[in-house]
């Protein structure tokens, strides 16, 4: 099982920024497909940022222009950098890491981390 460990949660008012850091370990293979999903309560899962070894990214088109995903192989780690934060993107955003793209998008991935808490007031 692939370990992530995620950091950078928090509490910001609206129009402000933070980032989301996610560190894999122990994968048994490499990792192509790594990502951000969150859940608002109430709501189900919902992709965020995907971003592949290859460097093809996928946002949601809410946060499309606000939020900027990126990754450092050497690293296993992948970062999403939230700008202009609103209200609604109050959710618990969770890392995931799959061999495949697709899966990962689909919300299946191979793991998943444990969550971190962002929360925007207005």
């Known amino acids: 099982q692939v370990q992530l460990v995620e950091s950078g949660g928090g509490s910001v008012q609206a129009g402000g920024s933070l980032r989301l850091s996610c560190a894999a370990s122990g994968s048994p293979f490499s990792i192509n497909a790594m990502g951000w999903h969150r859940q608002a309560p109430g709501k189900q899962r919902e992709m965020v940022a995907t971003?592949?070894?290859?460097?093809?990214?996928n946002y949601a088109d809410s946060v499309k222009g606000r939020f900027t995903i990126s990754r450092d192989n050497a690293k296993n780690t992948v970062y999403l950098q939230m700008n202009s934060l609103k209200p609604e993107d109050t959710a618990v955003y969770y890392c995931a890491v799959d061999r495949h793209l697709d899966r990962l998008v689909a919300g299946t991935p191979y793991s998943w981390g444990q969550g971190t808490q962002v929360t925007v007031s207005s």
């Open positions: 971003i592949t070894s290859g460097r093809n990214i």
